[in-house]
Structure formats: structure tokens, C-alpha cells
């Protein structure tokens, strides 16, 4: 459990997320306005608009937290 309480595992998970957020929510009105070109039902639009931003927001994550450098043992 000592590994989550250090200030630099903190502080770099907040970085991530400041970053992986803002992608998130950039790839949900970006998935969602491409699907309003070609589907009518407002459902699926949601529905694609949802899942384009869980795996942009997952990819952002993904990213920032493989540059981070391991912590000295």
C-alpha cells in the first residue's frame, strides 16, 4: 500500500488524468458528431459517442502513464 501513498505516483496519476479527461470528453463530441452524419437513431448515437470516448479516454491513460519512468527501488 505504500506505493500509492508517495507524492510522485500521485502526483504523475494526476497528471495522466489531466490529460486523459479533456481527450475523453474531445473524443465523445468528435464520435458523436461523426455519428450524426450517417445514423438516424439518437441511441446509437449516444451509444457510439460513449464508447469512442471510454477507449480515447483509455488511450490518453494508456500513453501517459507508459512515458513515466519507473520509481528507484
Do not use: D, N
Amino acid at each position: 500500500m505504500r506505493a500509492f501513498t508517495e507524492p510522485a505516483v500521485l502526483l504523475r496519476a494526476a497528471i495522466a488524468a489531466a490529460f486523459a479527461i479533456p481527450a475523453a470528453i474531445a473524443g465523445y463530441h468528435a464520435v458523436l458528431g461523426l455519428s450524426q452524419i450517417g445514423m438516424p437513431s439518437l441511441f446509437w448515437r449516444e451509444t457510439f459517442a460513449w464508447v469512442g470516448a471510454i477507449i480515447i479516454g483509455c488511450t490518453a491513460w494508456a500513453r501517459m502513464t507508459v512515458l513515466a519512468e519507473p520509481l528507484p527501488l
